[in-house]
């Protein structure tokens, strides 16, 4: 019963580091999401996909990239990190629009990145 | 413009009191979803309830129930008799159904029940 998984749980970077995050699925689900969750402001979606080898833009995508090359993984990546990217990272997954209860989003437990 | 708003910020209650989550959302979509999560403090994201635009009808759950007023753009999430365990950060969301699934949140409500 795994569910979504998200590695790293914790990650301190000093400004300009990389790193990446790792969502993996293993419900089979078409879609995919990264959101940033900051006090007072909710969950913003960063970047999704909508299937093995495509990703869009969401709400907040600026310094981030994503892949999804498998269809059960989904990476974000921060290629020079900024302490306005310090933030709890939440991936998400879903199945495609449409059928009852189909497009009902399951959430990892979230990463929280700090970056110096 | 398509927003959902949580106007409570924050709601403090003794244990065994009823207590009202609002939720206020604007689309101009007919084919809508709207949804309610909870974020214990432990800060995982729990799925509670799906409502799709064409079904009005209110829902129990135990101690949960929902109201959803098209008229009003409303769904709001009422806890019966509240106890220690429910204290968490709730969010209201709401997807379309051509936008990919992305989900709008909105700022959540923190509530924190007292013994």
């Known amino acids: 019963n795994a569910g979504v998984t998200q590695t790293p749980k914790f990650r301190v970077l000093k400004t300009g580091q990389s790193m990446t995050l790792l969502c993996a699925q293993d419900m089979n689900h078409e879609y995919m999401y990264w959101y940033r969750q900051d006090p007072g402001m909710g969950l913003r979606l960063i970047h999704y996909?909508?299937?093995?080898?495509?990703?869009a833009k969401g709400e907040v995508p600026d310094g981030y990239n994503v892949s999804r090359l498998k269809k059960q993984n989904f990476l974000l990546g921060l290629e020079s990190a900024a302490p306005s990217q310090t933030s709890v990272y939440f991936c998400a997954s879903s199945y495609s629009i449409g059928g009852k209860g189909k497009n009902i989003q399951y959430f990892g437990a979230g990463t929280r990145l700090s970056v110096l | 413009a398509q927003k959902v708003t949580q106007a409570q910020t924050e709601i403090s209650v003794v244990e065994k009191e009823d207590v009202t989550l609002d939720c206020v959302y604007e689309t101009r979509d007919t084919t809508y979803y709207l949804f309610w999560y909870k974020q214990p403090p432990s800060g995982e994201l729990v799925f509670l309830i799906r409502r799709n635009s064409f079904d009005e009808q209110n829902e129990i759950s135990g101690r949960y129930s929902w109201n959803f007023q098209k008229s009003t753009s409303s769904f709001n999430f009422t806890i019966t008799a509240s106890q220690v365990v429910d204290s968490a950060v709730y969010f209201c969301?709401?997807?379309?159904?051509?936008?990919?699934?992305?989900?709008?949140f909105g700022q959540g409500t923190e509530l924190s029940v007292k013994p």
């Open positions: 996909s909508v299937g093995e080898g495509t990703t």
């Open positions: 969301a709401l997807t379309f159904g051509n936008q990919g699934g992305k989900l709008i």
